[in-house]
């Protein structure tokens, strides 16, 4: 195609500002109707700040009076004297060339005393007898204004509303990768925001198979919803059971994005449902036990047998009674513990209270290392309870004699707890019952260890078992109770 050809077809620049200009001499109604029937008022304003030219219907609609009573009135009129010194201010600036912000919104104060927000966009040009002209392009932004304002405070509401809910809310992609998790859910597992944002729910549930993960998603993928129990690992490695309420989240087209999931805990429950078991079985296996040591050594009281039998049999009555009294009162010390507020109890004084009875009772000797004058804790008024059956454990099933019986108590203050250890220089635990000694359904540390580790939980602390000497068990224990400081 030769270029002859070619601009025929296509006009250059000046042939299509000939066009242009030709087009708009031929109909000035067109002009007309492409000012007055935009979405924003054109207005042009002297050197004098005053309107000189208000495109007629859209200025009506902003101004809220005729163009008339518009034209050759100062704009300033129609603003509040702090918002008209910074308009004039700048529109001074402006022509005298210095470089001002040419878009920006403004309040203005119409005859019929409605208020309006419009944005104001403003370039300098030359008129006919080459004087500069300010032209203002009007918008009016007010319902937009309303409707973020609106929005912005719905989404506070929502924001609110979750962060200070009881239950964990969490929301994943369609991976299964964490994109916002609320304080509840965080707190519940002992992480910051950053420590789960951006990582798989997965790494943080207790004894889900691949399998169950994948049944689950494609169940969110098909639409349904579901509440199931799930158990989380906090980020100190305790268990947390909850129920989970999941339901598909999708985008506005209807397509699967993620899931939406509430996670309620229900510790509190479960403790319950286990404490009670674990009572039923207190009553149908040891107290029966030592029902039948009683009957046994019942009938061995016999002024025919000799008089060493009918003595020792009488001492098996005696403690199979005190063992007995001791579960009871144990038990009954459990039932207290669920009606006791939370209180600032001061640990010190309550672990020499107990030592004192420790040493006379059961003769051990009793080290008190690295401990404060005075440690403020969140507890109640059992803390002696929790404290006296740890002491008591570390003496009573030490087979070494009197001051051959040792107990270490020592403490120290860290990130916002206190870590309390007591050790001893008995048999020592191993290793696997470390791991079941505070579970009710093995029955494996006995009532006193049991009701230890429900009070800790509900002091918000923890409690673990490690060895007195690392990596020697037969040395002896260690345990170690976590409990929250309280700070003045």
């Given at each position: 195609?030769?270029?002859?050809?070619?601009?025929?077809?296509?006009?250059?620049?000046?042939?299509?500002r000939?066009?242009?200009?030709?087009?708009?001499?031929?109909?000035?109604?067109?002009?007309?109707q492409?000012?007055?029937?935009?979405?924003?008022?054109?207005?042009?304003v002297?050197?004098?700040?005053?309107?000189?030219?208000?495109?007629?219907?859209?200025?009506?609609?902003?101004?809220?009076?005729?163009?008339?009573?518009?034209?050759?009135?100062?704009?300033r009129?129609?603003?509040?004297?702090?918002?008209a010194?910074?308009?004039?201010?700048?529109?001074?600036?402006?022509?005298?060339?210095?470089?001002?912000?040419?878009?920006?919104?403004?309040k203005?104060?119409?005859?019929?005393?409605?208020?309006?927000?419009?944005?104001?966009?403003?370039?300098?040009?030359?008129?006919?007898?080459?004087?500069?002209?300010?032209?203002?392009h009007?918008?009016?932004?007010t319902?937009?204004?309303?409707?973020r304002?609106d929005?912005?405070?719905?989404?506070?509401?929502?924001?609110?509303?979750?962060?200070?809910?009881?239950?964990?809310?969490?929301?994943?992609?369609?991976?299964?990768?964490?994109?916002?998790?609320?304080d509840?859910?965080?707190k519940?597992?002992?992480?910051?925001?950053?420590?789960?944002?951006?990582?798989?729910?997965?790494?943080?549930?207790?004894?889900?198979?691949?399998?169950?993960?994948?049944?689950?998603?494609?169940d969110?993928?098909?639409?349904?919803?579901?509440?199931?129990?799930?158990?989380?690992?906090?980020?100190?490695?305790?268990k947390?059971?909850?129920?989970?309420?999941?339901?598909?989240?999708?985008?506005?087209?209807?397509?699967?994005?993620?899931?939406?999931?509430?996670?309620?805990q229900?510790t509190?429950?479960?403790?319950?449902?286990?404490?009670?078991?674990?009572?039923?079985?207190?009553?149908?296996?040891?107290?029966?036990?030592?029902?039948?040591?009683?009957?046994t050594?019942?009938?061995?009281?016999?002024?025919?047998?000799?008089?060493?039998?009918?003595?020792?049999?009488?001492?098996?009555?005696?403690?199979?009674?005190?063992?007995?009294?001791?579960?009871?009162t144990?038990?009954?010390?459990?039932?207290?513990?669920?009606?006791?507020?939370?209180?600032?109890?001061?640990?010190?004084?309550?672990?020499r209270?107990?030592?004192?009875?420790l040493?006379?009772?059961?003769?051990?000797?009793?080290?008190?290392?690295?401990?404060?004058?005075?440690?403020?804790?969140?507890?109640d008024?059992?803390?002696?309870?929790?404290?006296?059956?740890?002491?008591?454990?570390?003496?009573?099933?030490?087979?070494?004699?009197?001051?051959d019986k040792?107990?270490?108590?020592?403490?120290?203050?860290?990130?916002?707890?206190?870590?309390?250890?007591?050790?001893?220089?008995?048999?020592?635990i191993?290793?696997?019952?470390?791991?079941?000694?505070?579970?009710?359904?093995?029955r494996?540390?006995?009532?006193?260890?049991?009701?230890?580790?429900?009070?800790?939980?509900?002091?918000?602390?923890?409690?673990?078992?490690?060895?007195?000497?690392?990596?020697?068990?037969?040395?002896?224990?260690?345990?170690?109770?976590?409990?929250?400081?309280?700070?003045?």
């Amino acid at each position: 195609m030769s270029k002859s050809h070619k601009n025929d077809e296509l006009p250059d620049k000046d042939q299509e500002r000939e066009i242009v200009l030709g087009a708009v001499h031929l109909s000035e109604s067109a002009l007309e109707q492409i000012l007055n029937n935009g979405h924003s008022a054109v207005v042009i304003v002297d050197n004098d700040f005053k309107f000189e030219y208000v495109s007629r219907r859209a200025g009506e609609r902003i101004f809220g009076s005729s163009v008339d009573a518009v034209i050759g009135h100062d704009f300033r009129e129609w603003m509040s004297d702090d918002v008209a010194k910074l308009v004039g201010e700048r529109f001074l600036k402006r022509l005298g060339g210095d470089a001002i912000p040419a878009e920006y919104p403004i309040k203005i104060f119409r005859q019929d005393g409605d208020v309006r927000t419009v944005n104001i966009r403003v370039a300098l040009v030359n008129g006919l007898n080459g004087q500069k002209k300010t032209l203002v392009h009007v918008l009016d932004i007010t319902e937009q204004k309303q409707y973020r304002e609106d929005l912005e405070e719905s989404e506070g509401r929502y924001r609110t509303l979750v962060e200070s809910m009881n239950d964990g809310l969490a929301i994943d992609d369609n991976r299964g990768v964490l994109t916002y998790v609320n304080d509840a859910f965080c707190k519940m597992l002992g992480y910051s925001h950053e420590e789960i944002i951006g990582k798989s729910w997965i790494d943080f549930v207790h004894n889900l198979s691949a399998d169950e993960v994948q049944s689950k998603r494609e169940d969110r993928i098909a639409g349904n919803s579901e509440n199931y129990e799930l158990e989380w690992v906090t980020k100190s490695g305790a268990k947390v059971p909850t129920i989970v309420s999941a339901t598909p989240y999708l985008d506005s087209d209807g397509e699967f994005v993620g899931t939406f999931a509430v996670i309620t805990q229900i510790t509190t429950q479960k403790d319950a449902e286990e404490t009670v078991q674990f009572y039923l079985d207190l009553l149908t296996h040891d107290i029966a036990n030592q029902l039948q040591v009683i009957i046994t050594a019942s009938g061995l009281i016999d002024p025919e047998l000799p008089s060493q039998y009918i003595i020792d049999s009488r001492q098996d009555v005696l403690d199979a009674v005190e063992r007995c009294n001791r579960l009871i009162t144990k038990v009954k010390r459990a039932g207290e513990l669920r009606n006791l507020p939370h209180s600032s109890v001061e640990l010190t004084s309550v672990i020499r209270d107990k030592v004192a009875v420790l040493e006379r009772i059961y003769g051990a000797e009793v080290i008190i290392e690295k401990m404060d004058k005075a440690i403020m804790v969140d507890a109640d008024a059992l803390l002696g309870e929790l404290l006296w059956n740890l002491f008591e454990n570390a003496a009573r099933h030490n087979p070494k004699k009197d001051k051959d019986k040792k107990v270490w108590i020592s403490g120290k203050k860290k990130n916002g707890m206190y870590e309390l250890a007591i050790a001893d220089n008995g048999p020592g635990i191993g290793d696997e019952r470390k791991v079941t000694i505070f579970d009710k359904s093995r029955r494996s540390g006995g009532v006193g260890l049991t009701l230890v580790a429900q009070m800790a939980r509900k002091y918000g602390g923890t409690i673990e078992i490690l060895d007195r000497v690392k990596g020697k068990p037969s040395m002896g224990t260690k345990f170690v109770l976590h409990l929250n400081l309280v700070t003045s």
